[in-house]
């Protein structure tokens, strides 16, 4: 079945820089690459998710990359707010199978 | 607003007890998850359902078993709780996994304590 590892498993940036966190994913047939958004109290919430036929995908300031070749994807969220604050799981999935996650990446944005 | 509504945002149960925690999705979603969360282990699935009275066992199935009578409504039962048990237990749905992978929809978990 599907692995998917991600890193780093915590990552603080200064409110304005950049943040990435990456994964690698086992399945060569996996072809949905899904990003969520866990904040304190609440279930996952979708931010974006990008598909295998798509190198790039973008939405304000929150970007994923793909590398079928090297099995892995990115997520790169620009001129980070304290708000962006939260656990970010990554996600890969072949066509009609179940979603493999992440363990996860706790981001902190200090003001 | 389409949601997935799980019935306690908390609970405490004595060892030994039979726990049922519920989720209903109103988005006619096919799919349905359950999944535990714990600090540094991720998402675990535990069991899922791709239709009416359909289950099938995910990656920690050990211990719970679920019931789907209708499409909406997916429950989890823990036959008898253990400590171990104690977790963030996450629902989720999605719409028909046939020809294309959808996002899943999450509920805002329940955090179970068993003592």
């Known amino acids: 079945g599907e692995n998917v590892e991600q890193h780093p498993s915590t990552l603080s940036v200064q409110e304005g820089d950049s943040a990435v966190i990456k994964c690698t994913y086992s399945d060569s047939a996996s072809n949905y690459f899904p990003w969520y958004k866990q904040e304190l109290g609440k279930g996952p919430q979708l931010i974006i998710d990008i598909r295998s036929n798509v190198g790039e995908k973008k939405d304000q300031r929150i970007a994923v990359t793909l590398n079928k070749t090297a099995k892995h994807f990115s997520l790169h969220i620009t001129e980070t707010q304290p708000e962006d604050s939260a656990v970010y799981f990554c996600a890969a999935s072949p066509t009609g199978g179940k979603l493999q996650f992440g363990a996860g990446t706790q981001v902190v944005v200090t003001p | 607003d389409v949601k997935v509504t799980q019935s306690s945002r908390y609970l405490v149960k004595r060892t030994g007890e039979k726990v049922f925690l519920e989720c209903v999705q109103d988005m006619d979603h096919e799919n349905m998850f359950w999944y535990r969360q714990d600090p540094g282990l991720g998402l675990r699935l535990i069991y899922f359902?791709?239709?009416?009275?359909?289950?099938e066992k995910g990656d920690i199935p050990e211990g719970y078993s679920v019931s789907r009578e209708k499409k909406e409504r997916f429950s989890l039962i823990l036959e008898s709780a253990s400590t171990n048990q104690t977790s963030m237990y996450l629902c989720?749905?999605?719409?028909?996994?046939?020809?294309?992978?959808?996002?899943?929809?999450f509920g805002s978990g329940t955090r179970l304590t068993v003592v």
């Open positions: 989720a749905s999605s719409r028909d996994r046939a020809l294309f992978n959808y996002g899943y929809t």
């Open positions: 359902s791709y239709d009416v009275k359909m289950k």
